[in-house]
C-alpha cells in the first residue's frame, strides 16, 4: 500500500519567515495530495490540494509544489503568523479508484514565533 | 451547515464494554470512513464505506467493527474494547463525484481502562 512520510516533525520558525514542510510517498499511482492542518484540540481542515497533472498550486501565502518523478511534494508558507501555528498533515491518495483513502504522513508541529 | 458529526467528544470506559462511537452527515456524501490518530503515526484508517451496506477494512481494522445501513450514518462498534485502542477517532465523508477534499467530523477522544 502507499507509505508517505513527513519531514522535519518540528519547525519553528519567526514570525515573517517562510515555512517549507516536505512529504514523500510510495506509490506512483497517487494522483491526490491534500494538506491539513490542524489546530489543538480541533479537527484536521483541507488548506490546500494538487493533483498530479499540476506541478504547483498557490492560494495566497500558502503554495504546495509536486514532483512526480521524484514522488515528492511541499508545502511553503509565506510570511507565517503566529496563527499559522499548528499541526501540518500531508497525505496522497488515488482518486477515483479503488479504496480512494487518504494515506496521511506522520504530521509536522509548526510553532510561529511572535 | 454542512457538516459531520460525532458523538460522544470524550469516552472513558472500561475494558471489554462495548461502546459505539455514532457518526452522521448532512452532505449526502457516499464515502464514509473512520481514521484514528496516535502522537507520531498520523491518521490511520480503520474502515470506510463507500455507499450504503458497502464497508471495507482500512489499514488498523483490527478490534473494530462498522456498519452502513444508511447512507448518513457510519457508526464505529468496538465490541470488546482494549487499553491500546485509546485514542483520537475522526470520521470523516467524501463525494465520490466531487473534487474536494474529506470533510471530517470533530473528533472523539477515547480512553480505555
Known amino acids: 500500500g502507499e507509505n508517505v512520510e513527513q519531514h522535519p516533525s518540528t519547525l519553528s520558525v519567526q514570525e515573517g519567515d517562510s515555512a517549507v514542510i516536505k512529504c514523500t510517498y510510495s506509490d506512483s499511482a497517487s494522483n491526490y495530495f491534500p494538506w491539513y492542518k490542524q489546530e489543538l484540540g480541533k479537527r484536521p481542515q483541507l488548506i490546500i490540494d494538487?493533483?498530479?497533472?499540476?506541478g504547483e498550486k498557490k492560494d495566497q501565502r500558502i503554495a504546495v509544489t509536486l514532483n512526480k518523478t521524484a514522488k515528492h511534494f511541499s508545502l511553503h508558507i509565506t510570511e507565517t503568523q503566529p496563527e499559522d501555528s499548528a499541526v501540518y498533515f500531508c497525505?496522497?491518495?488515488?482518486?477515483?479508484?479503488?479504496?480512494?483513502?487518504?494515506?496521511f504522513g506522520s504530521g509536522t508541529r509548526l510553532q510561529v514565533q511572535p | 451547515e454542512a457538516q459531520v458529526t460525532q458523538n460522544p467528544r470524550y469516552l472513558i470506559t472500561v475494558t471489554g464494554k462495548k461502546l459505539t462511537v455514532t457518526c452522521s452527515q448532512n452532505m449526502n456524501h457516499e464515502y464514509m470512513s473512520w481514521y484514528r490518530q496516535d502522537p507520531g503515526l498520523g491518521l490511520r484508517q480503520i474502515y470506510y464505506?463507500?455507499?450504503?451496506?458497502?464497508?471495507d477494512k482500512g489499514d488498523v481494522p483490527e478490534g473494530y467493527k462498522v456498519s452502513r445501513k444508511e447512507k448518513r450514518n457510519f457508526p464505529l462498534i468496538l465490541e470488546s474494547p482494549s487499553p491500546n485502542q485509546t485514542s483520537l477517532y475522526f470520521c470523516?465523508?467524501?463525494?465520490?463525484?466531487?473534487?474536494?477534499?474529506?470533510?471530517f467530523g470533530s473528533g472523539t477522544r477515547l480512553t480505555v481502562v
Open positions: 497525505a496522497a491518495s488515488k482518486e477515483n479508484t479503488g479504496r480512494r483513502a487518504l494515506t
Open positions: 464505506s463507500m455507499n450504503v451496506e458497502v464497508t
Open positions: 470523516a465523508s467524501h463525494s465520490l463525484s466531487g473534487t474536494g477534499g474529506y470533510t
Open positions: 494538487i493533483r498530479s497533472n499540476v
